[in-house]
């Protein structure tokens, strides 16, 4: 994998290190479609009053069933929505009521990498245009040798860049899209539920993509899944979310062998096996990249 920018790590000397993403007391109320003319309008309470703290460099997993909240959370703290009360800070900064031109730094140091490739990238757009778009947006130039290391570093062969998205298979396009959103060499990236909608034989790659690259360039990592077998495979702490609720936040690995909450036991029980949740993997595949022979 070719050498891109590295970030800093952050400093071992700082013992308590000021969290990149703080999310406090956040709450977030949709109105209920009406049903009728009759009824009154509904609220929907798809946060309740969310806090979680995420460090730098941490590899931070949200779990918890659908409907619970977890895209919610992930676009206000994305500042893609905005909630209803609470607040955010990323990297020092508030954004809960920042309007968007002054949301540039949240633009450039955090990336989303979203579940269906398919629907995120545009269908007309060559992969090369595809992957720079960021850059252009954000008003920088973005060279061919950026974009072919780009395509180099989450696998794909510079020819890549000439071809239309459905030209590639799912696990590709997720390729492509982890490769936009490295493009502006963020500090954050945020990735809401990656392999689900992929084919079960190449969701161990991606997983493993996404954890060397987090690794490599130093990213802090924001990742749900429904699945916590998943998120014990890539993260370091995991908050488990049940009905718009923070219901136990810990290290994967005791959250995963001493579920706390009723409901996180539940969960625990319900999962399928590593293995199962992602069957058509090789063991090798299942070997973080460091660690293998
Ligand atoms: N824009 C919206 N308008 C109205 N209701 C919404 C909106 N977005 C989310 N909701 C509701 O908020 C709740 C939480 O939704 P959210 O998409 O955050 O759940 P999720 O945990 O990501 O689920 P999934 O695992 O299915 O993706 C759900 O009841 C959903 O219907
Ligand atoms: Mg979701």
Redesign the pocket.
Known sequence: MPELTRLPRPSDATARPEPLIRVKDVTRD???PRTSLLKRAEV?H?LKGVSLDVQPGERFGIV??????????LRIIAALDRPTTGKVVVDGKEITNLPERRLRFLRENLQLVFQDPMSSLDPRMRVRDIIAEPLVVQGHPASGARVKELLDAVGLSADAGDRFPHQFSGGQRQRISIARALAPNPKILVAD?PVSALDVSVRAQVLNLISDLVDELNLTLVF?S?DLSVVKHVCDRVAV?HAGEIVETGTTGEVYAAPRHPYTRRLVAAIPTLPKALAGATPQDLIPKGARP
């Open positions: 949709y109105p209920r929907v798809a918890g069933e659908s409907g619970c909240g977890k895209s919610t959370l539920e749900v429904h979310m």
